[in-house]
């Protein structure tokens, strides 16, 4: 059954809000006076539909239905979460929670995504204060999985296991914070750089692209994937974190930063950031922006995937849970009809896999191809615990035919067809299709190999009568067309 979300201001925040949801496969209503609200949503869509469903390696279900009301209570209407994301001013939220209660369901759960406000300032003078929980994001919504979820005494732990559970099932991080404090928790830290940054541009130190240059071509990097204690402990090698809080302590002392002491806000600092801000980005639009951020966040949370790392671990998880729900099977038991070719890959190709000519290079194909042989292994059973045991499957040869072109953002399927399994040999025939559009094949004789000796060898007896099971089967089906095909041969 389709979920429904009720989104209740519709800016860069609400608008990515929807994203996340409705790409998750909710349906969303959408509330927001502004008689821009529509257009603004939609081109916030434009960008999630073409950077999240390539961020991971399982597609995403078919898209929820997406609609506008002109009232709080027509929006609300059958949500079971409400995400408020008007304006941050505590009388206005407050007015909103009045009429969100007096219209939604009881136990539907209400998240402000406000970054300053404490949960007991909005649940105060509510009726039913339990239902109002923080859950603050990060811009963009659609692709940054951090939420701060923050709670009270007032809220029932069914409510915040409910929370808990649908963050998760977006894609999303909860971070619960069990003591609510001003800002949270992330925000204070980009407060704390913020002001630091103020004054270094105020005192003439660095301008506004040397500050974020710092941050982009350092720390941020190691940040992303390790977050703060982590990476000093790394900073203290093999001695670990005493060892770096032994050594660097002392600095604390250090009249190293002016955190405590804020800069005023002259129009003088104000125009001198402005400028400089204009001078190093200036010449490009803020969707131009945009999506370069994107394809940036795209790119390192897939290397990060790549290492099973940070963000990366956490939309390896997402794909992980999501893998029945796009009919790839993991074992044999899970394939839904042994006698036709079997689903390895069901996936967008993502933003980082197309070349100068705008679509797929040749090498994803390859690595398409590659991931569609690893999935049958595993249906098979030759599994990370076998393969760390002594064994696995080696390619040997490789034929692709490029049919037809694949573009970034568009979904593609492998089909895999056993054409030959028995002793050592394993001889896979894929297709790849964008519905039914037939894009390429691929053509792979394999061996088994013992790791220790690196030389060919007989697999295990499951392995080889798993594989046998599914060779017999398709042994009905057609020879596919061009099986066996030379390089130049006519087509």
């Known amino acids: 059954m389709t979920k429904t979300a009720a989104i209740i201001g519709g800016g860069v925040i609400g608008g990515g809000w929807a994203a996340r949801f409705l790409l998750n496969g909710w349906n969303v209503r959408v509330f927001d006076p502004d008689p821009e609200a529509e257009r603004k949503i939609s081109e916030v869509l434009g960008n999630a539909r073409r950077s999240l469903p390539g961020l991971g390696n399982v597609a995403l279900p078919p898209e929820g239905a997406l609609s506008f009301h002109a009232t709080v209570a027509e929006a609300v209407d059958g949500a079971e979460w409400i995400q408020e ?248 038991t899970e394939v839904a009809d042994l006698g036709q070719p079997i689903l390895t890959q069901s996936r967008v190709v993502p933003l980082d896999w197309t070349d100068y000519n705008g679509h797929m290079t040749e090498s994803r194909y390859l690595d398409a191809f590659a991931q569609s042989t690893d999935r049958l292994m595993l249906i098979i059973g030759c599994t990370p615990e076998y393969i760390a045991s002594g064994g696995s499957f080696f390619t040997a040869e490789t034929h692709i035919r490029h049919i037809d072109e694949v573009h970034a953002g568009h979904p593609i399927q492998v089909k895999t067809q056993v054409i030959m399994g028995a002793g050592k040999k394993m001889h896979l025939w894929h297709e790849m299709y964008e519905g039914d559009r037939l894009l390429a094949t691929g053509e792979h004789m394999l061996l088994h190999v013992d790791l220790k000796t690196r030389r060919s060898s007989p697999p295990a007896a499951h392995i080889e009568a798993n594989l046998v099971q599914i060779a017999e089967a398709h042994a009905a089906l057609p020879a596919p067309e061009g099986l066996g095909r030379a390089i130049g041969a006519p087509r």
């Open 85 to 332: 994301s008007v304006p941050e001013r505590l009388d206005l939220k407050q007015k909103v929670y009045a009429e969100l209660q007096a219209h939604a369901a009881t136990d539907a759960v209400i998240g402000s995504s406000t970054s300053g406000f404490k949960p007991s300032e909005l649940q105060d003078g509510r009726d039913r204060p339990g239902q109002i929980v923080v859950t603050h994001p990060f811009n963009p919504v659609y692709l940054l999985p951090l939420v701060e979820l923050v709670t009270t005494d007032a809220n029932p732990a069914g409510v915040i296991d409910r929370a808990k559970e649908i963050i998760s099932s977006v894609g999303m991080y909860p971070l619960h914070l069990k003591k609510e404090i001003d800002a949270h928790v992330a925000d204070r830290f980009l407060e704390a750089v913020w002001r630091e940054a103020l004054w270094l541009v105020k005192d003439g130190i660095a301008t506004t692209e040397e500050i974020d240059n710092a941050i982009r071509y350092g720390f941020g990097i190691r940040w992303a994937q390790m977050g703060l204690f982590e990476t000093y402990r790394v900073a203290g090698g093999e001695a670990g974190m005493k060892h770096f809080m032994a050594q660097f302590g002392p600095a604390l002392k250090w009249p190293w930063t002016k955190l405590m002491d804020v800069p005023e806000f002259t129009d003088e600092l104000v125009d001198l950031i402005a400028g400089q801000s204009d001078d190093q980005s200036g010449h490009m639009s803020i969707r131009d922006l945009e999506r370069a951020r994107d394809d940036n966040l795209v790119g390192m949370m897939r290397a990060l995937s790549a290492n099973d790392f940070g963000a990366g671990a956490l939309q390896n998880a997402h794909d992980a849970a999501r893998l029945g729900e796009a009919g790839l099977a993991t074992t044999m």
